[in-house]
């Protein structure tokens, strides 16, 4: 997701960041999945039993984006993860215990992963 936001912002994105889903965007080629920068399942939200989703915040300056992942399902049999996680424009993946990401504020909570 990182580099697929550096690459948008780089190149076709003119400076701003892009959305992760066709639906989302607000114009026509806003998005990562519509300039082949995600695979279609990826963009399509849902992948290996997590949800993703992509938010730019390009009305400021310097322009933001954050990334996050979350468990798909999360009933007590059949859960697909018990961690969330969550990357913003700094490159760090963060990640906690959790059944969803909220906001920006939520992925800057985690803790940093790895090193």
Do not use: C
Not at 51 to 67: E, Q, R, S, V, W
């Amino acid at each position: 997701m990182h580099s697929s936001e550096a690459v948008y912002q780089s190149t076709m994105g003119n400076g701003n960041f892009g959305f992760l889903k066709v639906a989302d965007e607000p114009a026509a080629g806003q998005s990562l999945t519509g300039q082949n920068l995600v695979d279609t399942v990826l963009g399509s939200g849902s992948k290996s039993g997590y949800n993703f989703d992509a938010i730019p915040d390009n009305t400021g300056n310097p322009k933001l984006f954050y990334a996050k992942a979350w468990p798909a399902n999360t009933a007590a049999v059949t859960r697909t993860g018990n961690r969330s996680f969550g990357i913003t424009e700094s490159g760090v993946l963060r990640g906690g215990v959790a059944d969803a990401v909220a906001d920006r504020a939520a992925v800057l909570a985690f803790n940093p992963l790895g090193n």
